[in-house]
C-alpha cells in the first residue's frame, strides 16, 4: 500500500476502466489515507482516525464495480460485493447484513491461507513425494524392516520411482488415499443452518466427526490432495485466523451495490423488513461495530464501504439522514459516450476484443478488427442504450457475441483460417435487428 500514490492507482485503473476519472481519484485517495492512517504514531489518534465511506451514483455499466474489485486486487486486500437487496432486517428469514462481513473474512481467510501455502510450499511438496512413494509401493511410512540387503534394495526402488516422480512418468498411474471430510453446520441443517448463532455453528462442527473414505485416483490428482493435507499440516490455523481478522479489519473493502433499492420512507403495511430495516441494521457496521464470527471478533471501524446505485426512482437523501452522513464522499458517475464505447473495445488490457481475439486463437483462427468495425460497434451501442435500456459498457458484450455467432460456430471447421472484421460485416450482422427498434429490445 505504501508504494502506491494516488496518481499511480489512478494509472492502474486507467489500464481497466475507461473514463470515470472523478470516481477513480476518489477511491485512490480512500486508498492512500488507509496507508496515512497507519502511519500515525499516536495510537489513540490512529484508533479514532476512520475511513471515509464513498457512494458512486451512477447507471449500471459505467464501471462502478469494476472500479471496486480493481481496487482490491492492486493491494491484495479482502474484497466482497454483495447486493443491499439481499438482506433483510434481523429475525426475519433472510440473511442479516451481518453476514456480510463473516463472508468478507471467509475471503481474508481464502487470502492468507494461499499466502502461507506458498510459504510451505517446498517442505510439503517433499513431504507428498515420500508419500506417494508409499502409495506406490503400498508402504507404510513407518515401514522399516528386514535386514540390511533388504532395506538397501527398499531405498533403491524408492530412489528409481522418486527419479520417475520427478521425470513425470508416473502421472497416469493410479493409487489409494484416504481423504477426510470435515461436516458443517450448514451442511448438516441445510438452509436451517444460514441463520444460525455462531456460537451454536461452531459448537456442533466440532461434535460432528470427520468421515475418511478411501479414493482412487490418478498420481497427477493425488498430487493435489496430498499437497492441500501436508501444507495444511506445516500452517498454524490460528495464525491464519488472526492475520485474517487483522487484516479484514485494516484494509478489508465491502462493495454494497444496489443501494438505491432500499432507499425509501417507512413501509405503510406492515413491518418493512428489506428497506428501512436493512438500513436501521446496516447503519453500526458502517459506523463502526463489532461483529461475533467463529474464528473471532472482527471489528468494523476501519472498514472501506463503497455503495453504488443508479437512483433513478430514488435519490441519496432518501437514505436514513444517520446513514447518508456515513458516506461523505459522493461521487457520480457520467453515461458513455460513443467515444468511450471505441475506447472500451480498444484500449483496456482485458478488452473485449482481446479477449476475442485470443478466444478464437485457441482454433488456430486469426482475427482482426478494422478501425471502421469498432467505430460501428460503439456507434451501435451508444444508439441501442439511448433508444432502449441503457446498460452501458455491457451493451457490447451482446454486440460482439451476435457479429461473432456464425464465426464462433464454425471456428473449427473453417478452411480459411484468417478472418477480418469490417465495417460491412458488423452492419450485415446487426443490421436489420437495429433498424427493429421491438427487435432489438429482445436480441441486444
Do not use: C
Amino acid at each position: 500500500m505504501k508504494d502506491l500514490t494516488p496518481k499511480q492507482v489512478v494509472a492502474e485503473l486507467d489500464k481497466y476502466i475507461i473514463g470515470q476519472a472523478e470516481a477513480k481519484r476518489a477511491v485512490a485517495v480512500a486508498l492512500r489515507n488507509r496507508w496515512r492512517r497507519q502511519q500515525l504514531t499516536d495510537s489513540d489518534l490512529r484508533e479514532a482516525t476512520t475511513g471515509k465511506n464513498i457512494l458512486m451514483i451512477g447507471p449500471t455499466g459505467v464501471g462502478k464495480t469494476e472500479i471496486a474489485r480493481r481496487l482490491a486486487s492492486l493491494t491484495g486486500a479482502p474484497f466482497i460485493k454483495v447486493e443491499a437487496t439481499k438482506y433483510t432486517e434481523v429475525g426475519y428469514h433472510g440473511r442479516d447484513v451481518e453476514s456480510m462481513i463473516r463472508d468478507l473474512l471467509d475471503t481474508s481467510i481464502a487470502l492468507v491461507r494461499e499466502e502461507m501455502t506458498a510459504a510451505v510450499k517446498e517442505p510439503a511438496e517433499g513431504h507428498v513425494e515420500d508419500r506417494l512413494i508409499d502409495l506406490l509401493l503400498g508402504e507404510s511410512p513407518s515401514s522399516d524392516f528386514g535386514d540390511e540387503e533388504i532395506k538397501e534394495k527398499r531405498k533403491h526402488t524408492r530412489e528409481k520411482l522418486r527419479a520417475q516422480l520427478k521425470a513425470g512418468d508416473l502421472e497416469e498411474r493410479d493409487v489409494e488415499l484416504q481423504v477426510e471430510h470435515r461436516a458443517t453446520a450448514i451442511g448438516i441443517l441445510g438452509n436451517a443452518g444460514m441463520q444460525m448463532d455462531v456460537e451454536m455453528e461452531s459448537m456442533i462442527e466440532k461434535m460432528m466427526p470427520s468421515k475418511k473414505e478411501t479414493r482412487r485416483a490418478s498420481v497427477k490428482d493425488a498430487r493435489k490432495i496430498l499437497f492441500a493435507q501436508e501444507a495444511d499440516k506445516l500452517i498454524d490455523r490460528d495464525k491464519i485466523y488472526e492475520a485474517a481478522i487483522d487484516r479484514v479489519e485494516q484494509s478489508g473493502i465491502v462493495f454494497l451495490d444496489e443501494l438505491d433499492k432500499i432507499a425509501g420512507p417507512d413501509s405503510k403495511n406492515g413491518p418493512d423488513v428489506s428497506r428501512q430495516g436493512v438500513q436501521r441494521d446496516l447503519l453500526p457496521i458502517v459506523e463502526g461495530s463489532t461483529v461475533i464470527t467463529k474464528y473471532g471478533p472482527v471489528k468494523t471501524d476501519h472498514i472501506l464501504f463503497i455503495a453504488a446505485g443508479a437512483f433513478h426512482s430514488s435519490k441519496p437523501s432518501d437514505l436514513m439522514p444517520e446513514l447518508q452522513g456515513r458516506f461523505p464522499i459522493r461521487v457520480e458517475l457520467t453515461d458513455l459516450s460513443k467515444e468511450d464505447f471505441v475506447r472500451i473495445l480498444r484500449e483496456p488490457r482485458n478488452s473485449l476484443t482481446k479477449q476475442t481475439v485470443a478466444l478464437l486463437a485457441t482454433e488456430g483462427l486469426e482475427v482482426e478488427f478494422s478501425d471502421e468495425a469498432v467505430d460501428e460497434m460503439a456507434k451501435i451501442a451508444y444508439d441501442v442504450n439511448r433508444r432502449t435500456q441503457n446498460i452501458g459498457a455491457r451493451r457490447l458484450y451482446t454486440i460482439l457475441e451476435k457479429v461473432f455467432e456464425a464465426v464462433s460456430f464454425e471456428a473449427p471447421d473453417l478452411a480459411e483460417k484468417k478472418v477480418k472484421v469490417t465495417r460491412a460485416m458488423v452492419q450485415e450482422r446487426l443490421g436489420e435487428i437495429v433498424k427493429d427498434e421491438d427487435l432489438s429490445k429482445f436480441i441486444l
